[in-house]
């Protein structure tokens, strides 16, 4: 069965420090997500792309983090400089159609701590 | 900020006996979906309902929605160890068609 790939699943890094996550949608999915969930709540839409264009940033926190999906494949979210605060699970999802309208599949997350 | 709201936010109960959890929402969607997330794991889509209808069914999984309530509720009957994970439901704006997600209900299922 497709699955959306992540990685790293774990990261621990200091503050200040660089630190990318990459993603790799099920073929053939146009729409890609990446999600930020801090432990115990909801996972909160950081940016949306549809092919290689970004549809949603309004909640990525442009000052320190980017994300890419250059071919409108696979994607990579970077943050520099790393904050205490980032601390979360960042969840990479694809969709088959855009406009939310249909199920996401989600990957396995890549857990970053930052000390 | 999160559209959904799940209640209650944690549920323990029984092998075999049901657990219900209710999602409130603010404004009018396309549709609701339930995911279901295991401890360290990424979300697994459970059932899609869309704002036409009332009620679904998947397996062991029901799932009305109340457009007039602006709430849904998802029903897991014989529960198993297996269901215990945390339950979370996302609705899209009919404005934006943003994906929101609650925080989640937290199922424990004692064997």
């Known amino acids: 069965e497709a699955e959306v790939a992540q990685s790293p699943r774990y990261k621990i890094t200091e503050k200040s420090q660089a630190v990318a996550f990459w993603c790799d949608p099920i073929?053939?999915?146009?729409?890609l997500y990446w999600y930020r969930q801090i432990l115990g709540q909801g996972p909160e839409l950081l940016v949306q792309?549809?092919?290689?264009?970004?549809?949603?940033d309004s909640q990525l926190p442009k000052d320190r983090f980017s994300a890419e999906r250059l071919k409108g494949v696979d994607s990579t979210l970077k943050i520099q400089p790393a904050e205490l605060g980032d601390s979360a699970m960042y969840l990479c999802?694809?969709?088959?159609?855009?406009?939310?309208?249909?199920?996401?599949?989600f990957g396995e997350g890549s857990r970053l701590t930052v000390l | 900020s999160q559209q959904g709201e799940e209640d209650p936010q944690a549920l323990s109960i029984q092998e075999g006996e049901n657990a219900t959890m209710n999602c409130s929402y603010k404004?009018?969607?396309?549709?609701l979906q339930w995911y279901r997330q295991n401890s360290g794991r990424g979300l697994v889509h459970l059932i899609l309902?869309?704002?036409?209808?009332r009620e679904k069914h998947s397996g062991r999984l029901r799932v009305t929605l109340d457009t007039s309530k602006k709430s849904s509720s998802l029903l897991i009957t014989a529960s198993r160890a297996a269901d215990t994970a945390s339950y979370f439901c996302?609705?899209?704006?009919?404005?934006?068609?943003?994906?929101?997600f609650g925080a989640g209900t937290t199922v424990t299922v004692r064997a």
């Open positions: 792309f549809q092919d290689e264009s970004v549809v949603d």
């Open positions: 996302a609705t899209d704006g009919s404005n934006d068609y943003k994906l929101s």
């Open positions: 073929s053939g999915h146009a729409t």
């Open positions: 999802a694809s969709s088959l159609v855009g406009l939310n309208t249909g199920e996401l599949f």
């Open positions: 309902i869309r704002s036409n209808e």
């Open positions: 404004t009018s969607i396309n549709n």
